[in-house]
């Protein structure tokens, strides 16, 4: 079956760094754009950036640009989200995404910025 793990997510002071990987199966993982998201207490899930299905395209919400990096690697069938410069906005639930035929979601990893 599909599956979306999330990894990654801690308690982390301002000004540090994370990395979360989401690792998948269950589907044809090269196909499918990957997508990373956030939800913070009380707001609307957003998105954070997303990758193509061969790692050559990407994107990135405003708030995250020159700070976080999204990559991939279709053989690991694993997608990753490097983030530096951590600020307390920062803090939310990752949640993995993959859409292309189908949509899927993770279940999420926690990431608290806070000193």
Request: contains cysteine; proline residues 3%.
């Amino acid at each position: 079956q599909v599956q979306l793990v999330e990894s990654g997510g801690d308690l982390v002071q301002p000004g540090g760094s994370l990395r979360l990987s989401c690792a998948a199966s269950g589907f044809s993982f090269s196909l499918y754009v990957m997508s990373w998201y956030r939800q913070a207490p009380g707001t609307e899930r957003e998105l954070v950036a997303s990758i193509s299905g061969d790692g050559g395209g990407t994107n990135y919400a405003d708030p995250v640009k020159g700070r976080f990096t999204i990559s991939r690697d279709n053989a690991k069938k694993t997608v990753y989200l490097q983030m530096n410069s951590l600020k307390p906005e920062d803090t939310a639930i990752y949640y993995c995404k993959a859409s292309f035929a189908r949509a899927y979601w993770g279940q999420g990893t926690q990431v608290t910025v806070s000193s």
